[in-house]
């Protein structure tokens, strides 16, 4: 019996992935940093920021680092003043499970200052009953995120579920003792996410109703 369902934010509820991508390949080359990829950059969404411009740049020193992250606010930031677009049925479904009562709340890689920019642009704040952002616990995969959640809720790992697009995501959650679900339209491709064992895996959002039998 699912009574807590925790999404993941960028790539899983809003297409925020090529604003991250084209921000934090501009932040590289704005500080110098050898060249990287749009791929480089998808494969590490989802991470607190620290850890993944160590992942991208693991060559750069601690100083580039720090300079990569801070360009990256700033170009974010400049980026981020118009709402995110959806993706196709979120909006139905959020709309659906708080008629009906469903617990939610969002875990995310996400600051908190930048969590709450963007639930304030798209007037999603109603909808949760709580929310992690990276700087307030460890990046994922660690599971402290969740356990915070349902500590804060009081609700048991198996009667929670976690949604989200990346293998960060998924294996938070059987850290946490919990189920997942993969969605295959944002960071990560559905092989990575298959390899995670989630509950399933969905490519569009309104699958999730019938899923949760909500």
Known sequence: MVKLVIFD?????????DKICLSMLEAGLNV??????????????????????HTVWPECSPQMQNDIIEHYKTLYVASDQVPPLA????M??????????????????KSR????????????NNYFLTSRCADEAVSKPDPLMLNQILAELDILPEHAIMIGDTEYDLNMAT?????????????????????????AIINDFNQLSNI???
């Open 113 to 124: 200052r930048g969590l709450n920019r963007v639930m304030s642009l798209t007037n999603t």
């Open 32 to 53: 110098g940093a050898p060249l990287k990829t749009k791929d480089d950059i998808k494969n590490i969404i989802g991470l607190s920021l620290d850890k993944a411009v």
């Open 212 to 214: 949760l039998g909500l």
């Open 175 to 199: 850290n946490a003792g919990m189920k997942s679900i993969g969605v295959t339209y944002g960071a990560h491709q559905e092989e990575r996410l298959r390899a995670c064992q989630p509950h």
């Open 9 to 17: 934010w960028d790539g899983t509820l809003f297409d925020s992935i």
């Open 92 to 109: 139905n479904v959020l709309d659906k499970f708080h008629a009906a009562g469903v617990k939610m709340a969002v875990a995310t890689g």
């Open 87 to 90: 993706y196709p049925g979120v």
